[in-house]
């Protein structure tokens, strides 16, 4: 069974960052909605004006819809997480529109396990560090992003 653009993004939003309260599942819905509604670059073209199943399922952007990782297999991944009401409450907000305005317009996250964020991610120089909430950091574009 296909599960819905919402629940996807309920299940991303808890295998990604359910640990990281609502402020941190707030970011990382935010910049998945941030890549869902870019207007250029990479992202533009691979949501085609909007689709959120594009955007989560684009290969080697989130570890959550891999079932393996490096030839072993990853536990926590969206098929089986469980949202709970908190999950789609999120994911409802993010959908109405709504965005973590300490995140802005990033377009990426990633959890450094350290208390370091690098200054630019990904490692093309296409985004510029920009916050962290909690344990992620997250990156806006610069002006490389446009041309990817």
């Known amino acids: 069974m296909a599960f819905s653009e ?4 309920a299940r991303l939003v808890q295998c990604e960052a359910g640990g990281e309260g ?16 870019a207007s250029e670059g990479e992202y ?8 959120i199943r594009n955007i989560i ?11 393996m ?5 990853n536990p926590q991944n969206i098929y089986n997480m469980v949202p709970e009401p908190i999950h789609f409450e999120i994911a409802d907000w ?21 208390e370091n964020c690098g200054p630019t991610f990904p490692y093309n120089g296409s985004g510029t560090f920009h ?3 909690n344990q992620h950091c997250f990156y806006r574009p ?5 041309q990817t």
């Open 44 to 51: 533009a073209r691979v949501s085609m004006g909007g689709n």
């Open 57 to 67: 399922f684009q290969e080697g952007q989130f570890d959550c819809t891999r079932e």
């Open 131 to 133: 916050t962290r909430v």
């Open 22 to 37: 609502e402020n941190g599942m707030k970011a990382v819905a935010t910049t998945v909605m941030n890549r869902v509604n």
């Open 6 to 9: 919402r629940e996807l993004l």
């Open 94 to 114: 993010a959908l109405a529109g709504n965005k973590l305005n300490e995140v802005g317009e990033c377009l990426w996250f990633l959890n450094p396990y350290s």
């Open 69 to 73: 990782i490096r030839g072993e297999y």
């Open 142 to 146: 610069t002006s490389l992003y446009s």
